[in-house]
């Protein structure tokens, strides 16, 4: 016991002291059994207690949500593509059927929850990889049959958007949101939490696969988008130009820019063996700023078009710096309103899922046992 009381500097009489030391023993001893009470206490409540799991590519992770609440976000990350440079989708599998048991029970057990105390399990049926999403999909459906729980499907990308309500401020609808990842880019209206509609999208190639191709070809390792961003910081942004993509209305194109920087590379360093060397920080910054801009000349065309001034950016790619900074320049310019997530909600994690899944459980929105994972699955 910890005694607060020093030397002759306490006036409290030693026999008052030991009065004190007995209840204060007491309390003590039973404290674990009062949290235990306390804890099947709250699981009686009958407010919804949802697992959810992502596994859409090369991340493992399990987050339990009760009532609303996000509780914990548990994520095993994979280490072993780096020397690929870029995701084995066999690997990738593998390393979640490794991870997957642990994950999830470091979720239930840092949420204090039991299998028994579950309302449902929730998964991301897409889109991903195939191999990925056929692991967390299986797990899934299988506790959900063992401990005859419903089960609730979740789409990956409209989970991406709903990881703004985790926290607080939160977003009023309706709201424009820029999606962007290694594997989409997407404009989409937010009208409530379950109704979204796409209204620019790529056509080809993803930003997130434009800023980790660049890197490639810089020999940068994988994943190279994280890596563009810090050196482009020290950079100017000015210095090297690219032409961007024309597309009709809100949609995106990014296969040509891939093209472009390549050849950019091979005409330079033809010239210049150490061209890339003596100027990365330069081509970094300039081609960030480049892909930046046309994120944000389609999102400040979509926000004329549609008169809506709340603007949330969504997925992996909206941890980028440049990206944050020039949104944070365009909201002053424009009075925009924006919203992002915590960086942690940022890249895949099952927090968002179980986010998505909550909004989905409170409709009794649940699927079937015979749920198979899609590789693409739309908003």
Known sequence: MIDFCTGGSCNVRKETKNRIRKPVRVYASILP?????????????????????????????????????????IVASQNVHQKYGGVVPELASRAHQQNIVSVVREAMQSACAQP???????????????????????????????LQKPLIEVNHMQAHILAHFIDEPVPPFPFLCLTVSGGHTQIVLVRDFLDMQVIGQTQDDAVGEAFDKAAK?????????????????????????????TMPGLDFSFSGIKTQFMYFLRDALKKDGNFINENRIDICASLQHHLVTMLLNRLKLASRQTGIKTIAIAGGVSANSGLRASLAEEASRHEWQIFIPEFQYCTDNAAM??????????????????ALPLARMPV
Request: glycine share 8%.
């Open 353 to 370: 899922i179980a986010m998505t899944a909550h909004f989905k459980f409170l409709q009794q929105q649940f699927c079937a046992l015979d």
């Open 217 to 245: 070809l810089m020999g940068l390792p994988y994943p190279g988008g994280p890596l563009i961003d810090a050196y482009a910081k020290q950079g100017n942004p000015a210095r090297f130009k690219f032409t961007e993509t």
């Open 116 to 146: 028994a105390d579950l309302s449902a399990i929730a998964f991301t049926r897409g889109p991903g990889l195939m191999g990925s999403l056929l692991v967390g999909v299986s797990f899934a459906k299988g506790m959900a049959m063992a």
């Open 33 to 73: 059994i009062l949290f235990l009470i306390t804890c099947r206490f709250m699981h009686q409540l009958k407010a919804p207690v949802i697992l959810a799991i992502e596994s859409s590519c090369d991340e493992t992770s399990a987050a339990v949500i009760s009532n609303g609440k996000v509780l914990n976000n």
